[in-house]
Nanobody, 125 residues
Framework: QVHLVESGGGLVQAGDSLTLTCEVS????????VGWFRQPPGKEREFVAG???????YYADSVKGRYTISRDNAKNTVNLQMNSLKPEDTAVYYC???????????????????WGQGTQVTVSS
């Protein structure tokens, strides 16, 4: 079984930075596609960033240039570095992983089998 646990959320001011961490259980972590998603208040869950086995990264246009996703296979973690935060970045942030047979980052939530519980990020103006 695969378990994901997010940490690092909090309350920050506009322009600040924050780093989220997703810890993924299991010996096959280095082969997994992992994505970050967020759900703003009253809105649908949306793709933020993803990283594949080779380390290739993908971003939503809304965060490109401000967010950086990275993985540390030795620690079984995926980080999301968020800079120049805006009030519209306020959301519950989730990390998710795909089954091992899939090797491509996709920008929708359905292809991701395993999900964390989420961590709240609030950006005040």
């Amino acid at each position: 079984q695969v378990h994901l646990v997010e940490s690092g959320g909090g309350l920050v001011q506009a322009g600040d930075s924050l780093t989220l961490t997703c810890e993924v259980s299991g010996p096959t972590f280095s082969r997994r596609v992992v994505g970050w998603f967020r759900q703003p208040p009253g809105k649908e869950r949306e793709f933020v960033a993803g990283i594949d086995e080779s380390g290739s990264t993908y971003y939503a246009d809304s965060v490109k240039g401000r967010y950086t996703i990275s993985r540390d296979n030795a620690k079984n973690t995926v980080n999301l570095q968020m800079n120049s935060l805006k009030p519209e970045d306020t959301a519950v942030y989730y990390c998710a992983a795909r089954s091992l047979i899939y090797t491509v980052v996709l920008p929708t939530s359905t292809p991701y089998t395993y999900w964390g519980q989420g961590t709240q990020v609030t950006v005040s103006s």
